[in-house]
């Protein structure tokens, strides 16, 4: 069972930051696309930010300025710093992984963004 562990999650006011974290084991990280997604109520999970194993990015472009998705290869964690924070950016967020028809999950973390 392959274990993608998020963490970083919260309340934090619109304008603020927070920083994502995703760890995987080696021999996911190494080799996969890694992405962020996020569901809110309501809502069809969407693609965030997505980073290749050789380090090409896209965003969605609501997010295109205020979101960094990067990688730390010694930790074998994903991260996406988060700035400038709306209230529309309040979701559950994934973590996930992929490599042709393999796909992974992590358990999500709460984003809550209000005054």
């Known amino acids: 069972q392959v274990q993608l562990v998020e963490s970083g999650g919260g309340l934090v006011q619109p304008g603020g930051s927070l920083r994502l974290s995703c760890a995987a084991p080696a021999s996911i990280f190494n080799v996969y696309n890694m992405a962020w997604y996020r569901q809110a109520p309501g809502n069809q999970r969407e693609l965030v930010a997505r980073l290749t194993p050789w380090g090409s990015t896209n965003y969605a472009d609501s997010v295109k300025g205020r979101f960094t998705i990067s990688r730390d290869n010694a930790k074998k964690t994903m991260y996406m710093q988060m700035s400038s924070l709306k209230p529309e950016d309040t979701a559950v967020y994934y973590c996930?992984?992929?490599?042709?028809?393999?796909?992974?999950w992590g358990q999500g973390t709460q984003v809550t963004v209000s005054s």
């Open positions: 996930q992984a992929d490599r042709g028809s393999l796909n992974y």
